[in-house]
């Protein structure tokens, strides 16, 4: 059968077998049957239980397909029995299954994926403690290594992931009278994999997987409908890393707040400089990412020009309910001139909660920066002081020394030098502040009539007009200078992620859905997509219906093709 689409997947996931998965799949089968639809059994697993035989009723079964094996004959899917009989739908059993050798596929999973490229809808069940990405977490709770797997992207990637839930007391007495296992199995089974620690241990896992999953489709419906505000759907906590010294304070606060209820998700971020000022040593921000991870968090960097925004564009991005942020360590009259930057998280955080953390380090410590300015705090507090002192001493110092009226292009010059000084001390505004103070202070001590705002000779309009033209470029070169650094060592700050990011590749450590959605976080990007050609034409040919597959993705946009998309700031 082709219809043109590919099949929906339907998963039934369980924390451990006995729950009923098997029995609700056939459920769901019964109903769709009494809707009208064609369903069919490819594979059921009914381990001998009387309650899943009976379930099967008159629901038509594919023939199971033979295979001989070290002499002995196994049963499996027959695939091309269930493409041939084209149903509307499919029962296949147990989809982390391991195939007999000689088989198409070595996975069961893989054989759903014919069945649902050929349009054919499955259902299906899984296990939590199959999930690859938490073999080890199995292993640690019941010391057995599981050998059956499937990837996770697999079942993250279904249409629909239903949860079927037995508390493990239920579960007990399910397999105490005999619905799981046979009788001589009992015994055994109560006091080793089926123990209430373990059971609860599993049951936790399966629910905490799939909340992920379900916040995964939250995060799609408001990218999907441009929803920018903040759903309290699951507690998020976003930690301001600094690099400072109280940011071990600030984790350690941060993981106790998350522990108080299950399943929150603790988030570290570390905003990249970008201003030219020295960065946090590269050992102290893997030794903070090394303690955040210690505790059960996620450590990102993300590159902003501003601090406070971009950590609360990265809380936002990722559906937080609290940023955790320091004390300042500036003086009360440095915060009171340049602000600090976590007054203005608060202010900028709309519905997000923002806890404010003290610690020995406060008011201790190296100054912010401006989302106003590409130069330092302290350049910029010299500006401003130098743009009123500097005048003031020159034409003191003119005053002193009786300076006439025949000298007035000399005192110009000389107070126009004053005014290029605070232009390399502070920039474009203190320059033009000083330019200001510097043509009064001309036009009252030294332009005809002295004492008076007013001009007599029209040279001396001329030359006090120029003076300000001349101040006003000057201060505009060295402010150009000055964000023309910023934009390199942005470039850098970029350069060092994406390396990072390629050696997590390179190693194994994320997976392509990890790479993309990091990217997004760090760059703070609407759409991100890893994706290939699915045709055998040349990657630099363009034509009219080329086919693209997408590997991986984070975010929503237009779904242009990579040769016809065009770049776009984020919308944040």
């Not at 971009?310 to 936002?316: G, L, R, Y």
């Not at 390179?506 to 699915?534: C, H, K, N, P, Y």
Request: glycine share 8%; charged share 20%; with cysteine.
């Amino acid at each position: 059968m082709t219809t043109g689409r590919r099949g929906r997947l339907t998963v039934y996931l369980g924390a451990a077998p006995g729950v009923g998965k098997t029995y609700a799949m056939l459920d769901e089968a019964h109903r769709r049957r009494a809707r009208g639809t064609d369903v069919v059994i490819g594979l059921v697993e009914t381990h001998g239980r009387t309650a899943t035989i009976d379930r099967i009723g008159d629901l038509e079964m594919i023939p199971r397909r033979l295979v001989e094996h070290r002499g002995t004959t196994l049963t499996e899917l027959d695939v091309a029995a269930v493409l041939e009989r084209a149903p509307e739908v499919a029962l296949v059993d147990e989809l982390a299954h391991t195939n007999a050798a000689g088989s198409q596929h070595a996975k069961r999973w893989q054989d759903v994926h014919d069945l649902l490229d050929a349009g054919i809808d499955v259902v299906t069940t899984v296990n939590v403690q199959h999930l690859a990405s938490l073999t080890d977490d199995v292993e640690a709770i019941t010391g057995v290594r599981q050998r059956e797997t499937v990837p996770d992207k697999v079942v993250r990637e279904a249409d629909q992931i239903q949860l079927v839930d037995l508390s493990p007391e239920q579960l007990r007495r399910r397999l105490a009278h005999g619905n799981v296992y046979r009788a001589e199995q009992i015994d055994a089974s109560l006091s080793s994999f089926f123990r209430v620690g373990n059971l609860t241990a599993l049951r936790e896992l399966a629910l905490l997987w799939l909340a992920d999953r379900v916040d995964d489709a939250l995060t799609r419906y408001r990218a999907d409908h441009a929803i920018g505000g903040t759903w309290p759907a699951r507690e998020r906590i976003v930690v301001a890393v600094t690099g400072g010294p109280e940011t071990e304070t600030l984790l350690r606060r941060a993981a106790r707040i998350a522990q108080r209820a299950a399943g929150t998700e603790l988030l570290a971020v570390h905003v990249l400089p970008t201003d030219g000022l020295p960065s946090t040593p590269s050992a102290t921000i893997a030794a903070h990412r090394a303690l955040a991870e210690s505790l059960g968090g996620a450590f990102h960097t993300v590159v902003g020009e501003d601090v406070p925004t971009a950590v609360v564009d990265f809380a936002h991005g990722v559906n937080a309910t609290m940023i955790v942020v320091g004390v300042s360590r500036h003086p009360v009259w440095r915060q009171a001139l340049l602000g600090s930057s976590s007054a203005e998280i608060a202010r900028l955080s709309g519905a997000i909660d923002v806890h404010l953390v003290t610690h020995e380090q406060a008011r201790i410590g190296v100054g912010t920066r401006s989302r106003y300015s590409s130069l330092s705090p302290k350049r910029r507090v010299a500006g401003w002081v130098s743009a009123l002192v500097v005048p003031a001493v020159l034409t003191s110092a003119l005053l002193l020394i009786g300076r006439n009226e025949a000298a007035f292009a000399t005192d110009a010059m000389l107070l126009l030098a004053g005014v290029v000084g605070v232009a390399l001390i502070g920039g474009l505004w203190p320059a033009v502040a000083a330019a200001v103070v510097s043509n009064l202070c001309l036009n009252w001590f030294f332009a005809a009539p002295v004492g008076r705002l007013t001009i007599a000779e029209g040279e001396n309009v001329l030359a006090l007009a120029v003076f300000i033209v001349v101040a006003v470029a000057v201060a505009s070169v060295v402010d150009l200078a000055a964000r023309r650094t910023t934009q390199a060592y942005r470039a850098r700050a970029e350069a060092s992620t994406l390396a990072a990011l390629s050696r997590s590749v390179l190693s194994g450590q994320d997976t392509a859905q990890a790479i993309v959605q990091r990217l997004a976080q760090t760059f703070a990007m609407a759409e991100v997509r890893l994706e290939e050609r699915d045709d055998d034409r040349a990657p630099w040919t363009v034509v009219a219906h080329e086919r693209w597959v997408t590997d991986a993705g984070s975010g929503t946009g237009s779904g242009a093709r990579p040769a016809r998309s065009r770049t776009a700031p984020s919308p944040r």
